[in-house]
């Protein structure tokens, strides 16, 4: 099955700085890709999704992108608040009958005023 | 209004006993999924639910049986509870396999502690 490694497990950043998060997968199969929110004893919002035939998507300050060759995506913001503070998942989806999602570990940031 | 819900929202049990987790979204989706995140492990897929059948089933233990009495609802028997069990449990829903994209969208959660 699936296999998702999320880095790094923590990062810390101050207000204004860039963060970067990365996700590689096994599985050549994972068409869709997905990132979610999660702020502290909350629910799972989604964040961003790119699809296998697009590489970058951009919103909300932030940039997914994906290499399909090394199987790595991404997940960078360009000018951190403290808003952003929350974990992080990233999700690559396989289709089929099975359309589950794998998660990663998750990437907790933390930015700092 | 919130377009999933989750009943309870918290929920503490004995060792041996049975819950049931109540599920219902509102958003006219046709597939339905569990979830369960610990300190233990991550998000974890347990169930996924299309048209009220069963697709795909990851959880090792018998002791989870999901229920769906109609399409928007899947509810989540637990029986025999163990201390391991404790966990926040995540109902999801998303569109059908036939459309593109299909992202999930996921319900507020039901923070199990057994003692």
Not at chain 2, 92 to 107: I, N, P
Request: with cysteine; aromatic share 12%; net charge positive.
């Amino acid at each position: 099955g699936e296999q998702v490694e999320q880095r790094p497990p923590h990062l810390s950043v101050r207000e204004g700085d860039s963060a970067v998060i990365t996700c590689t997968y096994t599985d050549p199969n994972s068409y869709y890709f997905f990132w979610y929110k999660q702020e502290p004893g909350a629910s799972l919002q989604l964040l961003m999704k790119v699809f296998s035939s697009t590489e970058i998507n951009e919103g909300q300050g932030f940039t997914v992108l994906l290499n399909k060759k090394d199987k790595r995506l991404s997940l960078n913001l360009t000018a951190a608040h403290p808003g952003d503070s929350a974990a992080y998942f990233c999700a690559p989806g396989s289709g089929g009958s099975n359309y589950k999602l794998t998660f990663g570990k998750g990437t907790l940031l933390t930015v700092t005023p | 209004d919130p377009k999933i819900i989750q009943k309870p929202k918290y929920l503490v049990a004995v060792t041996g006993s049975e819950k049931i987790l109540i599920c219902e979204q509102y958003l006219g989706h046709n597939a339905m999924y569990w979830y369960r995140q610990s300190a233990k492990k991550p998000l974890e897929f347990m169930f996924s639910y299309s048209y009220q059948k069963l697709m795909d089933n990851q959880t090792a233990s018998s002791r989870f049986q999901p229920q769906s009495s109609k399409k928007n609802h899947l509810d989540l028997q637990i029986t025999a509870l163990k201390p391991d069990d404790s966990a926040t449990y995540f109902c999801a829903s998303s569109q059908d396999r036939w459309t593109v994209s299909y992202e999930q969208y996921f319900g507020p959660g039901t923070r199990l502690t057994v003692l």
